[in-house]
């Protein structure tokens, strides 16, 4: 691989080790390894935790891959694109917490390069999926990520919100998947920014993820729940399962590049249900929950 292939891929798995031994800390599970090959170019390693005392679910993939045309669905992103050869790497994450009181939360940095190099960007963000609203750590968790984004004269942390409430939009509910954060395609123009500085920006949003999360899973892990709150909390994963089938680009990305399958679904989590035309009762915490799902100024 060139530099810049191998820095990026570096920057991926010191991330996965890292973010893994924190994550381990927090209780008991321990993350398995499943490597995988891709038969067009490249591979993979999924991190994954299952029926764990704190994460229910939890998954920590690196990947690199290659192949000789770009995916139509990145093509169709990035006209100019269509037919050349592809690089991508990057780390992707979801956990699902054991107690309803603890969000799930999703994040990914990626970096791509097509044809000989001459076009590159790097794409990501972070957001967190609340099942009740403790507005306290929704505050804390976008300040967190303005921070980060202030640090890096290139991101506006205003536009990349935005951005990210629209993209985690399930339309087909009319609300949000959670409470957002900040997310984006390319940080700057392919091929026309900074490379050092975008770089320097994945690594500050992979560190910035155990100062925004961690102290969440703290707060909350060892709270006492019940069968209500259980139930709520896998009613609301539905959407999080819908939203991923329906329009998560990632997946559809993995499906196009022939990933594997099992990593590109380890997003979903261990148990959800639905129910017909459920209503919470008014008044309720799980009503109130509601009312965080569209976009709103957290800082």
């Given at each position: 691989?060139?530099d810049r292939r191998e820095r990026a891929y570096s920057l991926m798995k010191a991330g996965q080790s890292k973010l893994i031994n924190a994550f381990e800390a927090q209780g008991e599970g321990t993350f398995e390894a499943y490597s995988w090959e891709r038969p067009g170019g490249?591979?993979?390693?999924?991190?994954?935790?299952?029926?764990?005392?704190?994460?229910?679910?939890?998954?920590?993939?690196?990947?690199?891959?290659?192949?000789?045309?770009?995916?139509?669905?990145?093509?169709?992103?990035?006209?100019?694109?269509?037919?050349?050869?592809?690089?991508?790497?990057?780390?992707?994450?979801?956990?699902?917490?054991?107690?309803?009181?603890?969000?799930?939360?999703?994040?990914?940095?990626?970096?791509?390069?097509?044809?000989?190099?001459?076009?590159?960007?790097?794409?990501?963000?972070?957001?967190?999926?609340?099942?009740?609203?403790?507005?306290?750590?929704?505050?804390?968790?976008?300040?967190?990520?303005?921070?980060?984004?202030?640090?890096?004269?290139?991101?506006?942390?205003?536009?990349?919100?935005?951005?990210?409430?629209?993209?985690?939009?399930?339309?087909?509910?009319?609300?949000?998947?959670?409470?957002?954060?900040?997310?984006?395609?390319?940080?700057?123009?392919?091929?026309?920014?900074?490379?050092?500085?975008?770089?320097?920006?994945?690594?500050?949003?992979?560190?910035?993820?155990?100062?925004?999360?961690?102290?969440?899973?703290?707060?909350?892990?060892?709270?006492?729940?019940?069968?209500?709150?259980?139930?709520?909390?896998?009613?609301?994963?539905?959407?999080?399962?819908?939203?991923?089938?329906?329009?998560?680009?990632?997946?559809?990305?993995?499906?196009?590049?022939?990933?594997?399958?099992?990593?590109?679904?380890?997003?979903?989590?261990?148990?959800?249900?639905?129910?017909?035309?459920?209503?919470?009762?008014?008044?309720?915490?799980?009503?109130?929950?509601?009312?965080?799902?569209?976009?709103?100024?957290?800082?």
């Amino acid at each position: 691989m060139s530099d810049r292939r191998e820095r990026a891929y570096s920057l991926m798995k010191a991330g996965q080790s890292k973010l893994i031994n924190a994550f381990e800390a927090q209780g008991e599970g321990t993350f398995e390894a499943y490597s995988w090959e891709r038969p067009g170019g490249g591979g993979g390693t999924a991190r994954v935790l299952e029926r764990g005392s704190v994460f229910e679910r939890a998954g920590v993939n690196v990947s690199a891959v290659q192949g000789e045309a770009v995916p139509p669905s990145l093509a169709k992103q990035h006209p100019g694109t269509e037919g050349k050869p592809f690089f991508a790497t990057g780390i992707s994450m979801v956990l699902h917490p054991v107690n309803p009181y603890v969000p799930s939360f999703h994040a990914n940095y990626r970096y791509f390069e097509v044809g000989d190099s001459d076009i590159w960007w790097f794409g990501g963000g972070a957001d967190l999926t609340p099942y009740y609203p403790f507005k306290e750590d929704v505050i804390h968790f976008h300040q967190s990520l303005k921070a980060q984004c202030d640090r890096h004269p290139q991101a506006n942390y205003q536009k990349l919100k935005e951005i990210c409430d629209d993209y985690f939009y399930i339309k087909h509910r009319n609300e949000m998947r959670g409470i957002g954060g900040i997310f984006f395609d390319e940080l700057s123009k392919p091929g026309t920014g900074d490379w050092e500085a975008d770089f320097n920006f994945a690594k500050d949003g992979i560190d910035t993820i155990l100062e925004a999360y961690i102290p969440v899973i703290e707060k909350h892990k060892n709270k006492v729940y019940g069968e209500r709150e259980q139930t709520w909390q896998r009613y609301r994963r539905g959407r999080y399962v819908e939203f991923n089938l329906v329009y998560d680009r990632g997946t559809l990305f993995g499906l196009q590049t022939g990933g594997n399958i099992e990593a590109i679904l380890m997003s979903m989590p261990l148990y959800a249900h639905w129910t017909f035309n459920y209503q919470p009762e008014a008044g309720s915490p799980e009503a109130e929950m509601l009312e965080y799902l569209q976009p709103r100024d957290w800082v």
